[in-house]
């Protein structure tokens, strides 16, 4: 494994659950894995006034909760000794000179500025470490999303942002990307022939991509009521598996090449806008229900949300892409919370045999089918029609799957870890690039003011079902089922 170049990582919101909950478990997993060098520092700065110690007992908790069974107290001494903590108020100046001792001496190696904050604290905060005069050449900054809440505040959050880092300097990140499976998905499509000659109209009968959530909105509801599950989910984790599935292979593995591509595949997508937003889209919000089996309350009851709220909790779309590659092909995405379980999968159906000399089996839809599994287990299986034992040409589906932690033993990287290491390495391949963030806004913001426009409420679906059924009739209008109702 290659191990990394001396680095100071400063996590601003270093107290938050993001931090906390993935980030924080993720860095010492690399420290376990001897992957990260002991001159190396990660440097928590929040509001809060701790001391490091007091910082780093909740660190420790933290850790010892996520990283479960294989949290270990001399790997957990060996990472506390790199982690600092200082406090900044994001809208105090003076705050970020302590920063500046902290980092001082230590210009010539990488600088990782990781934002998980509000978004609208990015540019601020950028602009304090400009005038602080703390940002390097061998600076990056990270932004979580969602970077705005439209084009409009993104566009306005990029260029603050801009002046001070220049874009290669700039790590957008959607943790979907960093994923196993999705890269797997890569591998599957540019390292195998077998594939691509299927991957297009004529070949593929259409294309879902779900991501169910059997949680509620937990202790986010503030953020998520102003956000909604269209924002928090589709903009961009949806749109990035779509991208992934449907981009033109890419001329080099240069990160650039693989960003037009993806680029070019969000500048296809046809507009959803006015009356097409009421028969393609479906929006919902979940009332009482039950999960793993307990009673839950609806979103209204939700703590922090307002009882008139609107919010989506669920989204359903039919896409199209307008391409060569694509055209005629329904993209049918899905994303909920207080789903019926946890489940995240992309499901490629590909045509039916043109005429068959042999009786088709009953089941009528499971065959000719590539899921691709990211939650709860990451997998990839191919249903094929193939003979059942005995006399007769009887014909059954069955599966030839890929199940990655059977096949390779090894614990695959968490996709913060993996993405970490990749700002560490400058690699930005899997990080989001200004214009494609644009046009990812630009595609959802019509369907939002469609919303509004037309005033309808989103519809109920009681929490522990797959969600509205108005959802089911989406694709079922196209003849077509999502794949958990064959
Ligand atoms: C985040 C969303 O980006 O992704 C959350 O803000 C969501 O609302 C989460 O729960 C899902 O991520 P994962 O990796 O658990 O599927």
Not at 167 to 194: C, S, T, W
Request: charged share 30%.
């Amino acid at each position: 494994m290659q191990s990394l170049p001396d680095f100071d990582l400063v996590l601003f919101g270093g107290t938050g659950d993001l931090a906390m909950r993935k980030l924080l478990p993720a860095l010492y997993r690399r420290v376990a894995a001897n992957q990260v060098s002991k001159g190396s520092r990660i440097i928590g700065a929040a509001r809060s006034g701790l001391t490091r110690d007091e910082y780093l007992s909740q660190v420790e908790e933290s850790c010892r909760k996520h990283i479960g069974k294989d949290f270990d107290r001399e790997q957990w001494e060996q990472f506390a000794r790199s982690v600092e903590y200082v406090k900044i108020d994001a809208q105090a100046e003076r705050d970020f000179m302590a920063l500046k001792k902290l980092l001082a001496g230590r210009e010539e190696c990488v600088r990782v500025f990781f934002l998980s904050t509000a978004p609208d604290l990015f540019a601020g905060i950028c602009e304090g470490l400009a005038k602080a005069d703390v940002v390097t050449p061998a600076s990056r900054v990270v932004l979580e999303k969602p970077l705005g809440q439209d084009l409009q505040s993104s566009v306005q959050i990029n260029e603050r942002v801009g002046a001070m880092f220049s874009e290669p300097q700039i790590f957008r990140i959607d943790h979907y990307l960093g994923k196993e499976a999705v890269q797997n998905l890569l591998a599957l499509r540019f390292g195998n022939m077998l594939f691509e000659p299927l991957w297009r109209r004529g070949r593929v009968q259409h294309v879902q991509i779900t991501v169910a959530e059997d949680l509620g909105v937990e202790r986010r509801a503030q953020f998520y009521d102003q956000t909604g599950a269209l924002r928090d989910m589709v903009q961009n984790h949806l749109l990035q598996l779509l991208c992934i599935i449907a981009m033109e292979p890419p001329a080099t593995g240069d990160p650039d090449a693989m960003r037009d591509e993806k680029l070019k595949v969000l500048r296809a997508l046809r507009p959803l806008r006015g009356h097409d937003v009421q028969t393609k889209t479906v929006r919902g919000q979940y009332k009482a229900g039950a999960a793993n089996g307990a009673p839950v309350v609806g979103y209204l009851d939700e703590k922090d949300v307002p009882r008139d709220s609107t919010t989506e909790t669920f989204v359903a779309l039919k896409v199209e892409i307008d391409s060569w590659r694509w055209a005629g092909v329904p993209f049918y995405l899905r994303t909920g919370k207080r789903l019926q379980e946890r489940q995240s999968e992309i499901v490629i159906t590909f045509e039916d045999v043109p005429h068959s000399i042999y009786e088709r089996p009953d089941d009528a839809h499971a065959w000719n089918r590539l899921v691709i599994q990211l939650q709860p287990v990451e997998s990839i299986t191919l249903s094929v029609l193939a003979k059942s034992p005995g006399h007769g040409m009887r014909l059954k589906p069955v599966e030839l799957s890929l199940d990655f932690r059977e096949t390779f033993k090894d614990r695959p990287l968490d996709a913060y870890e993996r993405l970490l290491t990749d700002v560490i390495k400058g690699t930005l391949t899997l990080f989001m690039r200004r214009d494609e963030l644009d046009a990812a806004w630009a595609w959802i913001d019509p369907i939002r003011e469609a919303w509004q426009h037309y005033e309808e409420r989103p519809k109920a679906y009681t929490a522990g079902t797959w969600g509205p059924a108005a959802a089911s009739a989406l694709v079922s209008r196209d003849g077509f089922s999502w794949r958990n109702e064959l």
